[in-house]
């Protein structure tokens, strides 16, 4: 089930908001049970027989739990555990997304003819292995009470706000959340619209430029495709992931947040970024944060020679391009931003930067950055690297294309709006209007409210209309 | 209850909450909040109450998905599936979102509107919404099914031609090429040219009507509906027209000359009656409304008209107006009601037999929808005409011809139909 779909809005998360509050209001304990039954069931309405994936998971990592929290002064015992837990939940993800790449790569590298098993990839499980992983390791390290309720944990791991597509939410973040939390009308109000933004960001915006996206990387791999088009495609696949992702964890956060939990940010408008470093700052904050604490640190982090920097590095991005998918594209896509953030931590790219106050040299590495990543999102979108190396030569103008062609003008001119607004809110621009309005005008204002509902229900009703009329409607999280 | 009685209610339910209070901070988040729990709730009280069908929905669709004796993880899929495209159909107001979905297309000026479910919607530079073919048609199947059928029927002695009628966007000479968004090319036209140019090669009888179709003067708006993917009836009246020419000049049809001209019929125009097809999938405010102007004859008329279904056989016999129109469609006063229907179409098999008309020529046309009009149109000209359409005729086409002999079998389709299963013959 998607938050963008119709019988999430008009059926699921009514029923579920109906039997939360207002039946047992009075009931942590049935609340988070009930949470966990709707979790559970949200996920098997998409994945039937995954479901028994994810409580396999529920069931093995609250015993990793129980086992690390009891030998925790066994310094021996206690790594066992983690070992025994990280092998687990290592092996299901590379056994559901990794095993038939692994075992055709073998097969094209040795020549051998090892059978390939056709393996479905269950939806978010790397989302919510990770987070499990996440439970045990902060257990240990104490910075969350271990849960004695199955139910809780199952509530952690499943929670249907960030099962699908994140953010992973670190343990820390909410043990003590799951039974302390408090629900108060301020808190859902808000959670409400910022769910309102992330779905008219996914149901309006991303849509709309899959569209576009969708038919330059078509055209490029089996047409003819020019350079100004083959641009249009990557800024619109530029923003299309960037309004998908960014808008469906709002989405997460604003549904968490209805239910009394406060999940950290996952995007922090990162296309205003001057550099890849920052970029990552600001991009799935949540997986940087987690590969940062759980691998870079655990590696030595920064605070070791150059050469060890760099290796530490190379593990950190070469599994957050593998976490993506089981595709070379995306390990390249991985390694380039290995090689960028080396060249920018080795240099003091970034510290030097911070010394500059020049708009001309911001303005410069605000290029550069974006540029190193509309060139990453080809190879990230791209389905293999020979069709990613294709869309960059046409980008960059072989020989055998135009420069202008019909489908530039076509689909700029049709998608004008979208690109107009779309670019526009890469930056945040709507925060400064909503802060210079308050300024001018007066949050308490009944204009300034009247404003706001009307355009949030008014971006709900359309999205609604979309989702009704079947308007396209990508799920981009298939490879997670 | 009465009205102090939800007073008491509410005030026994917010006693202690300080309304003043509860809206000092994040006021304009929590009326938000307030109209999406409204929105939503409505919505669902909405589908529930008002869908008539919302579980009849779900079974059909579930019994089209899933074959019996689907393995369990299947027949969960297909409910889901269905459930899923139950409560889109279902949808509270779903007519209204449509228009709202129209609006912001139109807001927003697009000329391509995306239904996920059924592809892309154009606007022409006339106004008008059309789909457009993106695809070059393998029409080498076509023409191999047809050949079979074509010696078949001249080892009858049984005429054989193929008419092309137009589609609704115009070829390239005609300045079809710029109706659309400029990034999209139509190959409807051209995969019809191969059609004809393929037939002809095999010396097959070919009158392709698109050259005097479009070169008549009429205007895009006059020729096809705005809403609708079919022609108008004034655009069928004129292919009729030009059919019947051709049959009197090359076949030796004694169809009255003269007959389709707008002096011998009367036009019964109805405005702003008719959402056709495409109109319904974009709403009336992006893709408008067409009039609809029924043709009836101003002559007398005495017509039998057969309608077969399976075994079910039903004859009338009566004026055209009586027997051949289907007037509910014209009758029902919603727009979305398909008005073309009214010409006669859906049946495994229509015949209409002209008691009056002075010859005794008789055709058996192998049709798409194209045709409704048409062959309800040659029946007051020639004295037997029989339609059969091979979505749903399942008889073998050249053994109902043996049998039926017409002086010429004419298979008539538009620029979009060289897909399973129009050239299934049942042979």
Request: proline share 3%; aromatic share 16%; net charge negative.
């Amino acid at each position: 089930m998607l938050f963008s779909s119709l019988i999430f809005l008009v059926v699921f998360l009514p029923c579920v908001l109906f039997i939360y509050y207002a039946l047992l209001r009075k009931h942590r304990h049935l609340q988070n049970c009930f949470l966990l039954v709707a979790s559970l069931g949200f996920y098997a309405w998409g994945e039937p027989w995954f479901v028994l994936v994810m409580f396999l998971s529920i069931c093995c990592n609250y015993g990793f739990g129980l086992l690390v929290d009891k030998h925790r002064h066994d310094r021996k015992k206690a790594r066992a555990v983690i070992t025994l837990s990280l092998v687990f939940n290592l092996g299901i993800i590379f056994i559901f997304k990794y095993l038939m790449f692994t075992l055709e790569n073998i097969n094209a590298l040795t020549g051998a003819e090892i059978t390939v098993p056709e393996i479905a990839l269950p939806i978010g499980i790397s989302f919510f292995t990770f987070q499990a992983i996440s439970y045990v390791i902060d257990v240990y390290r104490e910075k969350g009470q271990v849960q004695r309720n199955l139910l809780n944990v199952g509530l952690y791991i499943s929670f249907f706000p960030q099962l699908i597509a994140g953010p992973i939410i670190r343990y820390e973040v909410v043990s003590e959340q799951i039974m302390n939390r408090r629900e108060t009308f301020d808190d859902f109000s808000l959670g409400v619209c910022r769910f309102l933004v992330g779905l008219a960001k996914k149901g309006l915006l991303a849509n709309a430029f899959a569209v576009v996206a969708d038919k330059a990387f078509a055209v490029a791999t089996t047409d003819y495709c020019s350079v100004s088009f083959a641009w249009l495609g990557a800024i619109a696949y530029t923003l299309q992931i960037y309004y998908d992702f960014s808008g469906y964890s709002d989405m997460a956060i604003g549904l968490g947040r209805m239910f009394g939990f406060k999940f950290p940010e996952n995007f922090n408008y990162p296309y205003i970024s001057k550099s890849c470093s920052e970029f990552w700052r600001r991009w799935h904050i949540s997986l940087g944060s987690w590969f940062r604490d759980y691998v870079y640190i655990s590696l030595g982090g920064s605070r070791v020679g150059k050469g060890r920097l760099v290796f530490n590095l190379l593990v950190v991005w070469f599994l957050t391009g593998l976490w993506h998918g089981a595709n070379w594209t995306f390990i390249c896509w991985g390694l380039m931003y290995f090689v960028l953030i080396s060249i920018e931590k080795v240099t003091g790219w970034e510290k030097r930067l911070s010394r500059i106050d020049d708009k001309k040299v911001n303005a410069i590495a605000h290029v550069y950055t974006m540029f190193m990543v509309i060139l990453g999102w080809v190879f990230f979108r791209a389905e293999t690297i020979g069709d990613a190396l294709t869309y960059v030569s046409i980008m960059f103008g072989n020989s055998d294309v135009a420069f202008f062609d019909k489908f530039f003008i076509g689909f700029l001119k049709e998608n004008a709006v979208y690109f107009f607004f779309g670019l526009l809110f890469c930056a945040p621009v709507a925060r400064k209007i909503r802060a210079w309005v308050e300024d001018k005008i007066g949050e308490a204002n009944p204009l300034v409210s009247a404003v706001y509902t009307v355009l949030l229900i008014g971006g709900l009703l359309v999205t609604m209309a979309y989702l009704i009329k079947g308007a396209y409607n990508p799920f981009i999280y298939f490879n997670f | 209850m009465t009205l102090s009685g939800y007073r008491t209610f509410l005030l026994r339910h917010i006693r202690g909450v300080n309304l003043r209070n509860l809206f000092k901070e994040h006021r304009k988040e929590k009326i938000t909040a307030i109209a999406f729990i409204i929105v939503i709730y409505v919505m669902m009280i909405g589908m529930v109450t008002t869908t008539e069908d919302l579980g009849e929905g779900f079974l059909l669709n579930y019994r089209l998905k899933v074959p019996t004796g689907a393995p369990v993880i299947e027949r969960l899929k297909g409910a889901i599936e269905s459930a899923e495209q139950a409560v889109n159909e279902g949808a509270y107001q779903r007519q209204n979102y449509v228009e709202l979905y129209g609006l912001a297309q139109l807001a927003m000026g697009k000329h391509a509107v995306i239904d996920y479910n059924y592809g892309a919607l154009y606007k022409t530079r006339d106004g008008q919404t059309t789909f457009s073919v993106q695809e070059e048609r393998y029409i080498d199947d076509a023409a191999n099914a047809t050949y079979p059928l074509v010696n078949g029927l001249i080892h009858e002695g049984v005429d054989f031609l193929y008419v092309q009628l137009p589609f609704k966007v115009q070829p390239a000479k005609f300045g079809g090429d710029r109706e659309l968004p400029v990034y999209v090319h139509d190959y409807a036209n051209e995969n019809a040219d191969r059609f004809v140019e393929t037939m002809r090669a095999a010396n097959i009888n070919c009158y392709d009507t698109r050259d005097e179709f479009f070169g008549s003067g009429l205007s895009m708006k006059e020729l096809f509906f705005k809403t609708d993917h079919h022609w108008s009836i004034k655009g069928a009246f004129l292919g009729t027209g030009l059919i019947a020419n051709y049959l009197n000049e090359n076949y030796d049809f004694k169809i009255p000359e003269g007959l389709y001209s707008e002096e011998n019929f009367v036009m019964t125009t109805y405005p702003k009656s008719f959402i056709g097809s495409m109109g319904r999938r974009v709403g009336r405010i992006y893709g408008g409304i067409d009039d609809f102007t029924l043709y009836s004859p101003d002559f007398e008329t005495d017509i039998t008209v057969t309608k077969i279904e399976g075994v079910s056989e039903v004859t009338t016999r009566g004026a055209f107006e009586d027997v051949v129109l289907e007037m509910q469609y014209i009758d029902d006063p919603d727009p979305t009601t398909n008005r073309y229907a009214v010409y006669h179409g859906d049946y495994q098999e229509l015949r209409f037999v002209n008691n009056l008309v002075d010859n005794d020529n008789s055709v058996l046309i192998i049709k798409d929808s194209f045709g409704l009009p048409v062959y309800s149109f040659l029946s007051l000209g020639i004295h037997e005409v029989r339609a059969i359409d091979m979505r749903i005729f399942e008889k073998n086409v050249l053994e109902y011809a043996a049998e039926y002999h017409p002086d010429v079998v004419i298979l008539m389709y538009n620029c979009d139909s060289y897909v399973d299963p129009m050239f299934d013959f049942n042979m």
